[in-house]
């Protein structure tokens, strides 16, 4: 048994505890699914005790619960600042020991993360949360880059909830491997692309998340901040205390349609072009209430092309890094076999997988791994999300992502 400290105020009122509550030795005081009806009875089922614990084995089902809460405040139209300090704590969730460990990283953690940050209006405890989520999201990059992107664009293609954290995260995990593995900018480029990246669309976060479950087009006002979004982020950054030129005018000019060479462009203009390309594929990626998500292969083969439809050199360069079929994209193999992308391969069509679904259709008790550039294995086509019914489990899954040194291509 495992226990971490929870925060009691996250505790949801009236509905099943999705999770045992426990005395700091381990005493169980509440059982999974004991409806906490009031503070009272909460403080009467824990013994008056100031702290509780939940075993960490359980800990995903809270987090979880989590943020669902968080997300009601958000449909509740509660006060920015009131949202962005329904905070996880490192030692409420065990954070420390995911930070000991890339096995454990728990991405809805860092989705909450991710979330808080982007809301945040004061200056210094902004670029706290986005100095520590960066610091994380890049060592996770530099340590497993095919888990990153395995877990980022699972849950980009599979959950509406936090839509403005999980695609800022996606979209900057791109850029940072853009940067570092295929266009071999200096270190201090990747890391500012990666921060415009987390932050290019922070003048409309709020808005992003409504309109993830917004069945009709975007009414006129919402329009007018979608037009106005990228200036209204700029000044957002300023006044949270960034002054970076080249960072600035990355998230100023992110929506521009220039397509052309990159080495000639200044550092922002690169960076806004890079991050223009891969805020495309993020969002035909990601599920929304009034439409259907493209699979990654069709989401990433349009971000090939520019607006002239020339090979564009930031798209290029992303597929390079990502592959047409990414980790965390389903496929479906020659045997009829439906699988989950898990590592990238020797080039962009010919990834690792794991088959979720035999050729029978049946789910499959046992992960079986396919090398996809083997002629038996060949990859035939793409699989939405939604067509796949088996449940994936980042923590069993997660591991087989996993690249020996001596096998990275870079």
């Known amino acids: 048994m495992n226990l971490v400290t929870i925060n009691i105020d996250s505790i949801r009122l009236g509905q099943p505890l999705p999770f045992s509550l426990r005395g700091e030795d381990g005493t169980l005081l509440a059982q999974k699914g004991f409806v906490v009806a009031s503070r009272d009875s909460l403080k009467i089922a824990s013994g008056g005790r100031d702290r509780l614990f939940v075993d960490v084995d359980e800990s995903e089902n809270f987090r979880r ?3 669902g809460k968080l997300y009601d405040l958000v449909r509740e139209d509660r006060a920015l600042g009131k949202i962005a ?3 996880i704590a490192s030692k409420d969730l065990g954070t420390n020991r995911a930070e000991a460990n890339d096995d454990i990283t728990d991405w809805l953690d860092l989705q909450v993360q991710a979330n808080a940050m982007l809301r945040d209006i004061n200056a210094d405890t902004f670029q706290a949360k986005l100095a520590r989520l960066q610091r994380q999201l890049t060592r996770h990059l530099h340590g497993n ?5 395995f877990a980022l664009i699972h849950l980009s293609a599979s959950e509406v909830r936090l839509y403005s954290a999980t695609h800022a995260m996606l979209v900057s995990a791109m850029c940072s491997l853009a940067a570092r593995e295929v266009l071999k900018w200096p270190a201090e480029l990747e890391a500012t692309v990666g921060s415009a990246a987390l932050t290019m669309n922070i003048g409309m976060t709020e808005l992003q998340d409504r ?8 009414n006129p006002d919402q329009r007018r901040q979608i037009d106005r979004h990228a200036a209204l982020s700029v000044a957002g950054l300023q006044s ?3 002054t970076q030129a080249s960072w600035l005018e990355a998230v100023a000019h992110h929506h521009d349609k220039v397509p052309g060479p990159l080495d000639s462009r200044p550092d922002g203009l690169r960076m806004a072009r890079l991050i223009q390309r891969a805020d495309m594929f993020a969002a035909r990626l990601a599920p929304r209430a009034s439409r259907v998500p493209e699979p990654p292969a069709a989401a990433m083969q349009a971000c090939y092309f520019d607006e002239n439809r020339q090979i564009d050199a930031a798209g290029a360069a992303l597929i390079k890094t990502v592959g047409i079929y990414s980790p965390g994209s389903l496929v479906r193999l020659s045997t009829n076999e439906i699988a989950v992308v898990t590592q990238r391969g020797s ?11 035999n050729r029978n259709g049946m789910p499959t008790g046992e992960l079986i791994v396919r090398d ?5 294995y060949k990859i035939v086509a793409s699989v939405p999300h939604r067509e796949v019914k088996v449940q994936i489990s980042l923590e069993r899954l997660l591991p087989l ?4 040194a001596s096998d990275r291509p870079w």
């Not at 309109?211 to 975007?218: I, N, S």
């Not at 080039?347 to 679904?357: E, G, S």
Request: proline share 7%.
């Open 65 to 67: 619960a989590y943020v």
């Open 85 to 87: 300090g329904v905070e």
């Open 145 to 149: 880059p095919d888990g990153t992107l």
């Open 211 to 218: 309109l993830a479950l917004q069945k009709e087009a975007p």
């Open 240 to 242: 949270r205390g960034i």
């Open 347 to 357: 080039n962009t069509t010919t990834p690792k997988v794991a088959v979720l679904i």
């Open 372 to 376: 996809t550039s083997q002629r038996d």
């Open 401 to 404: 992502t996993k690249v020996a």
